[in-house]
């Protein structure tokens, strides 16, 4: 397969995973948490779907992996930045295990618990996810801003996930670290997709 195929596939796949990521994050966990037991009880089907849709986001890490590998194999760090996409990957598959239990939790506290443990895994995944990141950043070099930003998303990955378990108070900071992770995240891995699927694998 030619570079420029693989490149098309990963912008193509970095998309799919941005928006499933966006619909299961902001209009499935946000509407379980404000209001758990309406939302599952009245609208599971939109839980539902939300489940679903991460399921998707697994896939497409896993095919975003594979295509990244074959664009960069020659590169030391190819390899191991692929391992790492990929425990992320698994380990989210672990945690959406538990979202299905939500569907038959009975009170908002053990929907809520379901949420939480899901959340909690998928964290110990981000962790990983930074260190694939920062890799990836050493890797592909150029567009050198993009790079920069790929890394500096990975370490606030790494260092949001460490926050979460070390600061006692981390709801009194979580909407910076929300800020310090979001912005390199959005900025980098978006711009990302958009040029594999304009620039990627041209000559």
Do not use: C
């Not at 309406?38 to 497409?60: E, P, Q």
């Not at 996810?129 to 920062?134: D, N, R, T, V």
């Amino acid at each position: 397969m030619t570079s420029r195929k693989l490149s098309v596939i990963t912008g193509i796949s970095y998309l799919v995973i941005f928006f499933a990521a966006i619909f299961a994050n902001f209009f499935v966990l946000e509407s379980i948490l404000k209001d758990p037991l309406v939302t599952v009880r009245d609208h599971s089907m939109a839980v539902r779907f939300g489940i679903l849709s991460f399921l998707i986001t697994v896939v497409f890490d896993v095919v975003v992996a594979w295509s990244l590998y074959e664009l960069y194999k020659k590169h030391i760090l190819s390899g191991l930045s692929t391992l790492f996409r990929m425990m992320h990957a698994a380990i989210m598959g672990v945690a959406i295990f538990a979202l299905p239990m939500a569907l038959s939790a009975n009170t908002s506290d053990e929907i809520l618990k379901q949420v939480e443990i899901f959340n909690t895994i998928w964290l110990i995944g981000l962790f990983f996810f930074g260190i694939h990141l920062i890799l990836l950043g050493r890797i592909i070099k150029n567009p050198a801003i993009i790079a920069i930003f790929l890394v500096i998303a990975g370490l606030m990955y790494m260092v949001d996930t460490a926050a979460h378990f070390l600061l006692s108070n981390y709801s009194d900071y979580s909407d910076i670290f929300l800020a310090l992770v979001a912005l390199p995240s959005i900025v980098g891995e978006m711009s990302l997709a958009v040029w594999f699927l304009v620039k990627g694998g041209r000559e």
